[in-house]
């Protein structure tokens, strides 16, 4: 008798070990890809989602962030590769750097789609062209957790003011290395050259290249940009929003109570990221006081100047809108259309 008892105890006790939380069988500690250093919103959002977790799940879920690209050898359009494999465990990654490997995602780089209207980014984002990117992802092995921001992506250079598309004729402007941004900056005349990050600094500072396109609270403030790029247009051509992912892999080895937890931080993070991206960023914000008192000349596009460019990169807008998927892109026109209704929206044709 007793030794049933025994048995049916031993029995119990296997059974709560499957079911407790935070009894599975956990890595000592979890990857965490990141491209940017550990200053900045997009570094700080990061280690702030990985503090939350630990925290609240008292240290079953350790996190480490692998910032300045530790992960994937500063190749930086090879980060979503680390999801699917594994190799990363989770990710704040942005859409163009992992649009290389997720077509979808270049369209957030459709030129000249946003003209600067966050609240149009966000609709997008929270609609149904935003939930199935999420969709798109976790058949490519990443479960979408919430998005982030790094910003709209101006350009600088050393050479001279851009206020129309002819003003970037022969100019070399450094590029991240995905093809929608090679066809963008061919089509107005200047001669894009891809490189990562790392090599991007030393190449702006011996005037290899001319200039660079890259948002300002990340990019251009803290690399003192000025140093080297005399010049910067705010033209809002391109958005760079930030995904907070994890691997398949490594969420479906999480229990259902620590998955609720690590969301519920990653929504929180990404919602400090975003604000803290976004701050600042006015055409009559500190962001402009500090680029013109380290002495840049700052170019604020009109809107005769800005549907300029945008005409002039039409053609690369409908030759991708294609390539991502036409009903993606419709989708996403019309839950970024400003000042509309969802009523007024169906059926209505975005002119762009």
Not at 85 to 111: H, M, R, Y
Not at 153 to 180: F, M, Q, S
Not at 272 to 287: D, I, N, V, Y
Not at 288 to 298: A, H, S
């Amino acid at each position: 008798m007793k030794k049933k008892i025994l048995g049916l105890t031993v029995f119990c006790l296997f059974l709560f070990t499957l079911a407790a939380p935070g009894m599975a069988a956990y890595k000592a500690e979890y990857r965490m890809s990141l491209v940017v250093e550990p200053t900045g919103p997009w570094g700080q959002g990061a280690q702030m989602f990985a503090d939350l977790v630990k925290k609240r799940t008292d240290g079953r879920i350790v996190i480490k962030p692998y910032f300045r690209g530790q992960l994937h050898g500063e190749k930086q359009t090879n980060e979503f590769l680390l999801l699917q494999q594994g190799i990363a465990d989770f990710c704040l990654g942005s859409t163009i750097n992992w649009s290389t490997t997720v077509k979808e995602l270049n369209l957030f780089s459709l030129p000249f789609f946003f003209h600067n209207d966050y609240k149009a980014v966000d609709a997008l984002e929270a609609s149904e062209a935003g939930r199935k990117i999420f969709r798109i992802l976790a058949y490519k092995g990443a479960i979408a957790l919430a998005w982030g921001e790094n910003g709209f992506r101006e350009i600088t250079n050393n050479k001279r003011a851009i206020n129309t598309p002819d003003d970037l004729h022969g100019l070399k402007i450094r590029v991240v290395g995905t093809p929608i941004f090679m066809d963008i900056f061919r089509s107005m005349g200047a001669d894009p050259v891809s490189m990562d990050w790392g090599e991007a600094l030393s190449a702006l500072q011996s005037g290899t290249v001319d200039g660079q396109e890259n948002p300002v609270a990340s990019i251009t403030i803290p690399y003192r940009l000025w140093e080297a790029n005399k010049y910067i247009t705010f033209w809002h051509y391109a958005i760079d929003p930030l995904i907070l992912a994890a691997s398949r892999e490594t969420w479906e080895g999480l229990d259902r109570i620590d998955r609720e937890i690590v969301s519920k931080a990653a929504r929180e993070a990404a919602r400090w990221q975003k604000k803290a991206a976004r701050e600042g960023l006015g055409e009559s914000s500190a962001s402009i006081e500090t680029l013109r008192k380290n002495g840049m000349e700052i170019s604020l596009l009109t809107p005769a100047q800005f549907r300029a460019f945008r005409v002039k990169t039409r053609p690369v807008y409908d030759k991708w809108a294609n390539d991502i998927g036409i009903d993606l892109v419709r989708s996403a026109e019309r839950a970024a259309a400003p000042g509309e209704t969802k009523k007024g929206r169906k059926g209505k044709k975005i002119e762009r």
